[in-house]
Nanobody, 115 residues
Framework: QVQLVESGGGLVQPGGSLKLSCAAS???????IGWYRQAPGKQRELVAS???????NYADSVKGRFTISRDNAKKIVYLSMNSLSPEDTARYYC??????????WGQGTQVTVSS
């Protein structure tokens, strides 16, 4: 059973920073990984992604503020978030797409930006 465990969420003031982690139970070396978020009443959206080759992609709303990175040895993917605003409030999910055994979601971690 593949497991993805997100951590690092919490309550932060506007303008603050958080760093989310997604720990995988399998190797992430050759897989696509994305961070998604879902706010109440809204659809889940892709925030950032990183390919097996290290290529990254970001939603326009987070470009220049968020950075996705991966530590293949530790099997962890990070999402560094800076200059957070209330509009970033959502539950953040890690998504792993493999070529052989399917795709998986984590349980999510809540990020709340509020003063």
């Amino acid at each position: 059973q593949v497991q993805l465990v997100e951590s690092g969420g919490g309550l932060v003031q506007p303008g603050g920073s958080l760093k989310l982690s997604c720990a995988a139970s399998i190797s992430i070396f050759s897989n696509f990984i994305g961070w998604y978020r879902q706010a109440p009443g809204k659809q889940r959206e892709l925030v950032a992604s990183i390919t097996s080759g290290g290529g990254t992609n970001y939603a326009d709303s987070v470009k220049g503020r968020f950075t996705i990175s991966r530590d293949n040895a530790k099997k962890i993917v990070y999402l560094s978030m800076n200059s957070l605003s209330p509009e970033d409030t959502a539950r953040y999910y890690c998504y792993l797409q493999t070529s052989l055994i399917g795709s998986y979601w984590g349980q999510g971690t809540q990020v709340t930006v509020s003063s």
